[in-house]
């Protein structure tokens, strides 16, 4: 009921929540936007599926829930009770998906596993920004140090790391962001790693889609965030021409993107 005061994400959008009475916005997955983004639309369609509502283990509504005009789908519209993503939201709640401490979770494979491990936030994102990021991974390095030596050493590497300023290429006059790993088993490997993308929202690779191919290659390539883990190689040449206005599409590269 807290969360919902401030985001209302259970009604599918922003509207009536706190959060769109304090900033005007009803964008809460970036606050540099002030409303929602066209490229959602094909969300909402997704949403509106019956066959997608039914895998999501929503099945009471593909058989009796009214479903809404994809045009009402966008955050600006009036919250409906019967909204896909309200129902698809609330299913994920009640079975324990959502909404519940996943700090153990993590402090358990970073204590007791040989799994590597990262975690990444968006910096315009309101709702798990760094914040709340840095706030759960703290609580996990705290329940890691006190279960086991690996924890320990683990969560004195960690505070102990300098952040490495990131940049996807060498050439880039914009910085991606910036991130840190660190080795948790010296006998397996194992990493932890996080990492914060600017100009991003909770939807990370909509709004910096080459930000998060890099970000992600270079967690399963073992590569760091600094200028050695630079590898130009593994990403496309072609132009992103997919996601959010202005930060990503035809927006920033209208020259080589299709109308």
């Excluded at 798990?128 to 706030?135: D, F, I, S, V």
Aim: hydrophobic share 40%; charged share 15%; proline share 7%.
């Amino acid at each position: 009921d807290k969360w919902n005061s401030l985001f209302n994400d259970n009604g599918g959008r922003a509207d009536g929540g706190n959060f769109a009475k304090l900033t005007g916005s009803t964008n809460t997955a970036n606050i540099l936007m002030g409303g929602g983004a066209p490229e959602w639309q094909g969300y909402g369609m997704l949403m509106s599926n019956p066959a997608f509502l039914k895998a999501m283990h929503v099945p009471s509504f593909v058989a009796s829930a009214t479903l809404v005009d994809v045009s009402e789908l966008n955050n600006d519209s009036p919250a409906h009770a019967d909204h896909p993503g309200s129902l698809i939201y609330n299913a994920f709640i009640d079975s324990g998906d959502w909404c519940v401490n996943s700090s153990d979770w993590y402090a358990h494979i970073i204590a007791n596993s040989d799994v590597d491990l990262m975690i990444y936030s968006a910096a315009s994102d309101p709702i798990l920004g760094p914040p709340t990021t840095e706030a759960g991974i703290m609580a996990s390095l705290q329940t890691a140090a006190e279960a086991s030596t690996q924890g320990r050493e683990a969560s004195a590497r960690f505070l102990r790391a300098k952040k490495d300023v990131w940049r996807v290429d060498k050439d880039d006059s914009a910085v991606a962001g910036f991130g840190k790993c660190v080795v948790v088993n010296d006998m397996t490997g194992q990493r932890f790693c996080y990492s914060v993308v600017h100009n991003a929202g909770h939807e990370l690779p909509a709004f910096q889609p080459r930000a998060a191919l890099d970000m992600l290659n270079r967690f399963l390539d073992g590569r760091t965030f600094g200028p050695s883990g630079n590898d130009p190689s593994s990403l496309p040449t072609c132009a992103q021409c997919g996601g959010v206005a202005p930060f990503a599409g035809p927006s920033i590269t209208p020259q080589q993107c299709p109308a």
